[in-house]
């Protein structure tokens, strides 16, 4: 018996699009840009490319919450050509501030205490002009 090479790849998508698949009841057509894709255990997909527009089959009850926007993390096998499954979805955090413009909180200064303006004095003082 010949078995294929694992053709797995974990993938890190935005959410582009998403409606019942009309072949299979129970699961989704899942439309998503990719960001960035890894290899699983040694294997790679080379089909998916990071910047590229895919459509992955899934169950709709692994992307249950997710919308149009939202990014995720998912491992994904081919199928077959042009046809790549989902195997197992995770939302994705948010990304790590990589900009100098937005630091990271827990490194920033300790913020100053506000200040306490006192209010100007309506009373005439002895040095002024006006006596």
Known sequence: MVQSA???TTVHAKVTGMAADPER????LL??????SATVEGESLPALADGEDV????RRSDVEGL????RLVA???MAGPGDYLVRGVEPALAPEPT????PDPAEAP??????????RSTRESPLSDDR
Do not use: F, I, M, S
């Not at 439309?31 to 960035?36: F, G, P, R, T």
């Not at 919308?67 to 939202?70: A, L």
């Open 6 to 8: 694992p053709n797995e």
């Open 25 to 28: 009841d129970g699961w989704v």
């Open 31 to 36: 439309d998503v840009a990719v960001e960035a």
């Open 55 to 58: 459509r992955l089959v899934a």
């Open 67 to 70: 919308g149009r926007g939202d």
């Open 75 to 77: 491992r994904v096998q």
């Open 99 to 102: 900009d100098a413009a937005d």
């Open 110 to 119: 300790p913020a100053k205490r506000p200040t306490r303006k006192r209010p």
